[in-house]
């Protein structure tokens, strides 16, 4: 994937890379100005037993990598709020032009995809939305996942 980064990120970014804010019982920043999510994607689909060479010849591969190229910073952040559920926030920065279209992905395929396969495969229910803040150039959302109790008793042994 390193040939593949150096073209589309040709010159390092100059400002300091994305912090956590520090104010949650989890968070997950991922600055991209260098390209770091394609390198997550690519370490991930490794991983899982795939070549780099394999994921790009996918019938979708150019068109999620021009996703992740529009994508400047993303963060979520993750607080319980009781021994069965948890809030999560999101904020993903995106060029203006590409942000509405990636939310437009992430609400009409990804969340319902992830929320399907959290309640079928793990009787999860994650509820809550997310829009495009023009102001902000993000997207914006607040999730609330239920079931954790029994889904944290059956997985940790508890």
Known sequence: VETELLEIWPTRAQQPAAAIEGRNHAELVIDNHNGDILALAAAIAVAAGETWNDVRQEQM??????????????????????????AFDVQITADPQSG????????????????DILKREHDLTLTGDMHWDE????????????????????????
């Open 61 to 86: 591969a150019d068109m999620v990598v021009t996703i992740i190229e529009s994508i400047h910073v993303a963060r979520l952040a993750a607080n319980m709020l009781d021994r069965d559920s948890a």
């Open 100 to 115: 509405p279209n990636l939310h437009a992905l992430l609400t009409g395929l990804g969340m319902p995809l992830l929320t």
């Open 135 to 158: 102001q902000r150039s993000a997207i914006v959302g607040s999730y609330t996942l239920t079931g954790l109790e029994p889904f944290l008793k059956e997985h940790l042994d508890l």
